[in-house]
């Protein structure tokens, strides 16, 4: 009987161990559908951790502004399921404007272990008022106590994890990880950028008239484990069965663009521009060539392909 105990308590730590610690980690389990912006607390358990107003994304949502893949910040599906939170990460009008979100883990982290930190980001670009600048510092600070909008995470340029290079990709998600060794039984993690405007790198990708110049990114897929293996475990909302390898080329391109299925099947196809118009639709038998380069402008595209309830999404670029 002892021996069966011992070895029900290793397992069960085994497990606890390799387990990711941030509950709704992907932020799939709602309260609410949002149907306005700065409803983050929708997403089950994840709170204001500022005085700001970070957002939250869902495809159960009606409106223009909060669905996914369609949104205010742009047309972009999630990394993982149908859901995701937004933030700004900077502002050039107003000083250390910063989006912060957080939540409890599952359980407070041991002293002295090492533990991996990840989440996937996405840059969004343009469909915003006046988005169209790119940083870095993407961070997780862990504390002993939660934060919110009256008592807000520090913005004191210090992070448990900090990824320093500045995230341009507006067409897919990036990962950035890293890790620590715990110095404190830290309960709670906090998202966003901590350091100051002096001590973030930014890229202007927009050039125009951009009356209030800002970064704004989508989050999904947050991670704190013990087991680094852990952090990729998420399951991509794109598994496909009929529209799988499919080959789009050139991208960028001068705007005539070919898809082509490996295996046949009909397919859909819907082109909207960067604030979410459809300005191509047609159906096509597994290869298509369309030409935008005619009628449409320079700039970022969304193209979705459809084909018997199974839905695929890329952005594409014409030069």
Known sequence: MKLITISFLLLTSILLNGQNLV???????KTACPNILSLIHYATGWERYCAETPDYYNECSTGNF???????????YASTGGAYAGIATYSKSIPNYRDIIGRNLTTQLTIGVKYYLSMQVNLSIGSLDSSSHATNNFGMLLSTVPYSNTSPAPIGNFAHFNYETVVTDTMNWTRVSGSFIADSTYGYIAIGNFFTDANTDTTQILVGNVTDPFSYYFIDDVCVSQDSLSCYNFTSVQQFKNLENINIYPNPSNGKITISLEKEAEVSIIIRNIIGKIIFQDKFYSSKIFDLSLNSPAGLYFLTLETDGEVFSKKIIKQ
């Open 23 to 29: 509950p709704n980690p992907s932020f799939e389990d």
């Open 66 to 76: 909060t669905s996914v893949p369609n949104n205010y910040g742009g047309f972009q």
